[in-house]
């Protein structure tokens, strides 16, 4: 429910929030998912998950940062009903003990199509609670976000969302580059994301390409693409933003 981690994307120590203790959930099902499936009689519970953020937070060595506090684990948090109560919790807590840290908030977006979600997301993260949002983002063709989310949220409703969510808040878009059965993104693809990306100012402030770092229960489905790959996609969308702003996004990669 709550887990320190050392996180590559957050350069330091993350605490984690976990809102599905009991099983997997999800809106997507990525091929390259790298939770288990699991069910075990655990439930969530709000009151144990503020107390165990506060024990985790105040039994860091002295001198260890908190990168952040960040919801993710095993599926997609805004799906919980304690998503808004935890979330506003978490920055209670955050406040009184760690107010360096940010909260961050990793979805693969399909919360936005919720008002109140969207609304929450929207407010904290453009108000003075520094919520971090972080959104997947792995397609720019719908062909390929079959293949790469195969969920039953039709992709232009979730990119219209986003778009509308560009326009009144900032965020992170994260973007997975691997192989699906063998098949890389076709060049096709690569273009349309990039179009999309440039259609998410104001609100895109920073771009994070990844890849496939740990093993996942479909193996070998999805697969490893090269750091060369994903280097040449980062370094193509890095040109494009700096035809078209001044002060684009940061495009970073962690293959
Ligand atoms: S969105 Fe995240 S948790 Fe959901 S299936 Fe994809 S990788 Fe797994």
Redesign the pocket.
Known sequence: MVYPVYSRRSRGLSIGINLFPDR?A?????P????FPFKNDSAFSLEVMESALRRTLAGLAPGETVRDICF?????PTLSLDFIPAAKACLRIRDELVPAADLVV???GTGLLDSAVFDFLRNAARGASHLKLWL?LDAGTEAWYLRM???AVPFGDLTAKIREFAAAAPFIIQT?ICAVDGKSPPPEEAAAWEALLLDLLPGLTGVQLYGKARPAPEDPLASVLPAAFLEERAASLREKFRLKFSNPPVVEVFP
Not at 26 to 30: E, K, T, V
Not at 32 to 35: A, I, K, L, M
Request: with cysteine; charged share 30%.
């Open positions: 997997k999800c809106s997507f099902d990525c390259y998912c790298e939770v993710s684990g095993n599926g997609e990793i979805s693969n997947k989310d195969r969920s997975m």
